[in-house]
């Protein structure tokens, strides 16, 4: 029987109260899974913010990991009355943080945050998670194991930050580790290099751990336990009458994600899409003895009825503006501008030009470094660089968008009729996905408008107000 392997966000860990769902959840099933967990809530940002402090030689230590354990510890006696379970707990606990706290030592002794260093201090959220995990649900009567990504061989590609999984090492490594027979549990967001060095998977990396785990296992399907209840048309803090979206492709599951949607990592659905592995996704706040998902993603593409299936928006891009008399079809501009962005790191998320400008697209902590980079290099034709930084870049995603006649146009006339103004449009790009700038304080009226155009008005009289 193939595995399912099931992932918890740190949204499901925030305290007992949602471990106990989480517990709940994995009773439904009545088999044996694959869990991978996330780091709790918010451990990942004070692990961050606590490498700052200890390079900067500001941190206790002591009280840091202190602070951790007390809350891990708390944690396992609310949900936890076997005492050999908590005995064996707390010994492995104080290992961890043992370690933890020398690494933080070491940073605030050379004053400087060594990448393989930050990645190995940033894996611990999830470590912690995965070691209290193991022990609540042996506490239900469970058979589970932890089961490490260095010790299952989950190889990387060995870069630092943004790592991505080598498939073919990793399936034959998990494949020899893992038996059908029992639980495991994994800690997300991290693998190893071929070096044995620990490599994050990008921010939000552990729906990628849990999509490549599930790949490499031929999985019967990818279930991510999410606080929401899946997919939905429009954000609901903006949009009131948002609807659940049941179905997704990949390709639609992966540009609602590129471009705003907080459900899944934008890596997630590509390793399963190759081996068709649906990814199917729960709400935990309903969890009633049956598994029904709220949305599903898989390769089944349909084009409904109203074309469009969501609206998302991000507000972490910018534009960097190349200015200049031929820019777009002079040779060698926007070639020597891309390399210089690339050598620094800096990842360019879409470039859209014309003849005077190059408009690239930035996330909004890389703008004003990528402004400073190609200043310096003064590259010829380039007669200014500007900075656009208060936008806000709105998606419509779905099967049949670049396709069908008539949707881009009600879509952007819908816009027009609150007069608003449209500053960039990519059309194309995507066969799913068409997508375009507003200004920030714009944003929501934009998504709304969108959303009634083609969810709301289409049987009243409104929509031609």
């Known amino acids: 029987m193939k595995y399912k392997v099931v992932k918890f966000g740190g949204s499901n860990l925030k305290d007992s109260q949602g471990i106990k769902k989480v517990v709940k959840a994995i009773r439904n099933y009545n088999q044996p899974l694959v869990i991978v967990v996330s780091a709790f809530y918010g451990v990942t940002n004070n692990l961050i913010d606590a490498i700052q402090l200890a390079k900067d030689d500001k941190l206790n230590a002591d009280d840091f990991v202190h602070a951790i354990g007390t809350q891990k510890i708390n944690t396992m006696l609310e949900l936890v009355s076997n005492k050999q379970l908590t005995l064996e707990f707390k010994c492995e606990l104080d290992k961890r943080l043992h370690k933890l706290k020398s690494y933080l030592l070491g940073i605030s002794f050379i004053k400087d945050v060594p990448p393989f260093l930050y990645d190995e201090i940033l894996s611990y959220g999830e470590r912690l998670s995965s070691l209290l995990l193991v022990h609540v649900l042996k506490s239900e009567g469970i058979d589970c194991s932890e089961a490490l990504p260095e010790d299952l061989g989950l190889i990387t590609d060995g870069e630092f930050g943004n790592a991505t999984v080598n498939f073919k090492l990793s399936a034959e490594n998990l494949n020899q580790k893992l038996s059908n027979d029992k639980t495991y549990i994994i800690p997300g967001f991290y693998g190893i290099s071929d070096e044995g060095k620990t490599t994050l998977l990008g921010r939000g990396g552990s729906d990628y751990s849990a999509s490549a785990i599930a790949a490499c296992l031929h999985a019967q399907s990818l279930d991510l336990w999410k606080d929401v209840p899946g997919f939905l048309s429009a954000d609901p803090r903006i949009v009131d009458d948002a609807v ?170 819908a816009v027009a009729r609150r007069g608003i103004n449209i500053q960039i449009i990519s059309f194309g790009a995507s066969p799913v996905a068409v997508y375009f700038i507003v200004n920030k304080k714009d944003r929501n009226e934009t998504i709304s408008e969108i959303h009634n155009d083609f969810f709301v008005y289409e049987n009243c009289c409104e929509r031609c107000i």
């Open 244 to 413: 659940v979206v049941e179905s997704l492709t990949y390709a639609e599951a992966a540009e609602l994600a590129y471009f705003g949607s907080k459900i899944l990592h934008p890596r997630t659905p590509e390793p399963l899409a190759k081996k068709n592995i649906p990814i199917r996704i729960f709400n935990i706040e309903n969890v009633n003895g049956e598994l029904k998902p709220a949305t599903i993603i898989n390769g089944e593409e349909t084009i409904t009825e109203k074309v469009i299936k969501s609206v998302s928006y991000s507000d972490d891009f910018g534009i960097l503006k190349l200015l200049g008399s031929g820019v777009g079809v002079k040779p060698g501009i926007l070639a020597k501008s891309t390399s210089e962005l690339d050598n620094a790191g800096i990842n360019i998320k879409s470039i859209i030009t014309s003849q005077t400008t190059i408009n690239i697209l930035l996330s909004q902590k890389d703008l004003y470094k990528a402004k400073s980079i190609l200043e310096k290099k003064d590259i010829q034709g380039i007669s200014e660089i500007e900075v656009c930084n208060d936008i806000s870049l709105i998606a419509a995603v779905g099967e049949g968008l670049t396709t069908q006649y008539g949707i881009a146009g009600r879509m952007f006339s």
